[in-house]
């Protein structure tokens, strides 16, 4: 609507009788601001106009949620997982121990108690090393995933930028010119609609991202 409404109708007429309608240029702001899967749903047969533009789109998203998945259901996470059970079982035991301990009058017993205690305490600082090289090695990974996702992101949307922008500059050109043929219908002015088939029509459309 906006395209078919620009300009005034007396300034239109102007251009056309004066043969500068071909100079009109129109710039397409944040045409990159868009979020690919909108595009993709929407724009499908213009991303389709180019050979292998829509299949490289679909191959991308598919990276990007496989490495997405990859990051949620990564060995790491699942064997940290593991670890953190066993550190419980250890922890209760240990508190357990010392409970025993506490309240057993039998020096033998103790003493049994107390080499198992240290022996538990012992598997405990174990795990919990183990715990913390598995935090920061998953971490490690989550990063390379997240800057490998990231990196698909960037061509993903610099293609549906592209999808978006071809769409926006052809519905700009064909909104516009139905606005002038309305103006020009309006008036039933055959000086006009002559003057306006003669001209190369091929206005432009400059779609940029500020």
């Not at 103790?110 to 240290?118: F, I, T």
């Not at 992101?153 to 002038?180: H, N, P």
Request: charged share 35%.
């Amino acid at each position: 609507k906006t395209a078919r409404d620009l300009l005034g109708e007396q300034f239109k007429r102007r251009l056309l009788m004066d043969g500068q309608y071909c100079n009109v240029r129109f710039i397409c702001t944040q045409c990159d601001d868009c979020e690919p899967s909108e595009v993709m749903t929407d724009h499908e047969d213009v991303a389709k106009e180019v050979e292998g533009r829509w299949e490289r789109m679909n191959e991308l998203r598919d990276q990007i949620l496989k490495l997405e998945n990859q990051e949620t259901e990564s060995s790491i996470s699942i064997e940290l997982e593991d670890l953190r059970t066993e550190m419980i079982e250890v922890t209760q035991d240990v508190q357990d121990l010392e409970t025993q301990i506490a309240s057993s009058d039998s020096p033998e017993e103790v003493a049994e108690l107390k080499a198992l205690l240290k022996e538990k305490k012992t598997t405990m600082s174990s795990k919990s090393d183990k715990r913390d090289c598995l935090v920061k090695e998953g971490k490690n990974e989550c990063e390379d995933l997240q800057r490998e996702a990231q990196d698909l992101q960037k061509t993903l949307r610099s293609l549906a930028a592209t999808v978006r922008s071809e769409y926006s500059a052809r519905c700009i050109k064909d909104d516009f010119m139905a606005g002038w043929k309305e103006t020009i219908g309006e008036k039933g002015d055959s000086n006009v609609a002559s003057s306006s088939l003669s001209l190369n029509l091929g206005f432009s459309v400059h779609c940029v991202s500020a």
